[in-house]
């Protein structure tokens, strides 16, 4: 039998106990919660990701103050925005939003970012200590990932896992997760030769390529923990790196959608809620 997860529901359960524990310390110390989204530009898919956290965020009680640059804001400009975010101590968590436009890149963005209000752990400090076995604050998709695994108690500790994709926001992060949990892990990209070889081995296999339909059922070891990031649109319809056929062969299958795509939400929330209880010095 094949479990599918229900990212939706456990999305909802950690919206709700979110709530409780952020309503709890914002009584007890009469701050509110309150994190900010820079959006540069005006890129639809980050415009609808903006409107969808705000939604989770607001859901969980917690502020959400949206900062939009124009699109021809400078480096320097969108350094300072976000600098001055990050001075700001009514401010507990700050997202870039993605895809940010060219003369924006990323990494020139992080620079300016406080580390303690790096809501999605791409900051290099958060990024270095999750390479350090250490992890403090993970990017919300692959540690949605972990908690899909943990939740369902999937062996991780010697298992052999699989990890297609080595972006610094996904796939890497998700191996060096799996790594600090004592998983064998290999991590597989574009130039990566004979790719269904090294998948049918993995007990845990992690597919953030982005190509749809890429894992098909013959890629997959029998009774495998698969968890499928991908989000492909495909003539209007959403689907995942993995065939849905291969859930026949899996122990454990993330759909698409409905599947890794909330668990981001939900570990944003709890990024969140690190963040702010860290600031206002309460323990977790
Ligand atoms: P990316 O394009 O930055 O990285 C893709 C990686 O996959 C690269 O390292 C590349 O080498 C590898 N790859 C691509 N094609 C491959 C192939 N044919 N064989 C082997 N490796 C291959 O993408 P990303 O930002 O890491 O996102 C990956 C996917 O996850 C996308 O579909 C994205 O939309 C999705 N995503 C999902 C969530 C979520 O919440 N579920 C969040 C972020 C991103």
């Given at each position: 039998?094949?479990?599918?997860?229900?990212?939706?529901?456990?999305?909802?359960?950690?919206?709700?106990?979110?709530?409780?524990?952020?309503?709890?310390?914002?009584?007890?110390?009469?701050?509110?919660?309150?994190?900010?989204?820079?959006?540069?530009?005006?890129?639809?898919?980050?415009?609808?990701?903006?409107?969808?956290?705000?939604?989770?965020?607001?859901?969980?009680?917690?502020?959400?103050?949206?900062?939009?640059?124009?699109?021809?804001?400078?480096?320097?400009?969108?350094?300072?925005?976000?600098?001055?975010?990050?001075?700001?101590?009514?401010?507990?968590?700050?997202?870039?939003?993605?895809?940010?436009?060219?003369?924006?890149?990323?990494?020139?963005?992080?620079?300016?970012?406080?580390?303690?209000?790096?809501?999605?752990?791409?900051?290099?400090?958060?990024?270095?200590?999750?390479?350090?076995?250490?992890?403090?604050?993970?990017?919300?998709?692959?540690?949605?990932?972990?908690?899909?695994?943990?939740?369902?108690?999937?062996?991780?500790?010697?298992?052999?896992?699989?990890?297609?994709?080595?972006?610094?926001?996904?796939?890497?992060?998700?191996?060096?997760?799996?790594?600090?949990?004592?998983?064998?892990?290999?991590?597989?990209?574009?130039?990566?030769?004979?790719?269904?070889?090294?998948?049918?081995e993995a007990e845990i296999l992690a597919c953030a390529a982005g190509r749809a339909g890429l894992v098909g059922l013959e890629m997959v070891r029998p009774g495998a923990a698969v968890i499928d990031f991908g989000l492909n649109v495909v003539d209007g319809t959403v689907l995942g790196d993995?065939?849905?056929?291969?859930?026949?062969?899996?122990?454990?299958?993330?759909?698409?959608?409905?599947?890794?795509?909330?668990?981001?939400?939900?570990?944003?929330?709890?990024?969140?809620?690190?963040?702010?209880?860290?600031?206002?010095?309460?323990?977790?």
């Open positions: 039998m094949t479990t599918i997860v229900d990212g939706n529901a456990i999305l909802r359960e950690i919206q709700e106990s979110s709530r409780d524990t952020f309503a709890k310390v914002a009584a007890d110390r009469g701050i509110p919660p309150r994190v900010a989204v820079i959006q540069a530009g005006d890129d639809p898919g980050a415009s609808l990701y903006t409107r969808h956290l705000k939604r989770n965020f607001e859901t969980a009680g917690v502020a959400v103050d949206v900062h939009k640059l124009p699109v021809d804001a400078t480096l320097p400009e969108a350094q300072e925005a976000i600098g001055r975010l990050s001075a700001d101590p009514a401010i507990h968590g700050i997202q870039i939003q993605t895809p940010t436009p060219e003369h924006l890149p990323l990494r020139e963005l992080v620079g300016a970012l406080d580390p303690e209000k790096d809501l999605d752990g791409i900051h290099p400090l958060n990024a270095g200590l999750l390479a350090q076995g250490t992890p403090s604050i993970v990017p919300a998709t692959p540690l949605g990932g972990l908690e899909i695994l943990l939740r369902h108690k999937v062996p991780i500790e010697g298992a052999r896992a699989v990890v297609i994709g080595r972006s610094a926001i996904v796939g890497r992060p998700m191996a060096l997760l799996l790594l600090a949990r004592h998983a064998t892990v290999t991590i597989c990209h574009t130039r990566t030769r004979d790719l269904p070889h090294i998948t049918r993995v065939a849905p056929e291969a859930a026949e062969r899996a122990g454990l299958f993330t759909p698409v959608p409905g599947g890794t795509g909330p668990v981001t939400s939900a570990m944003l929330l709890k990024n969140a809620l690190v963040l702010y209880q860290r600031a206002l010095g309460v323990e977790p």
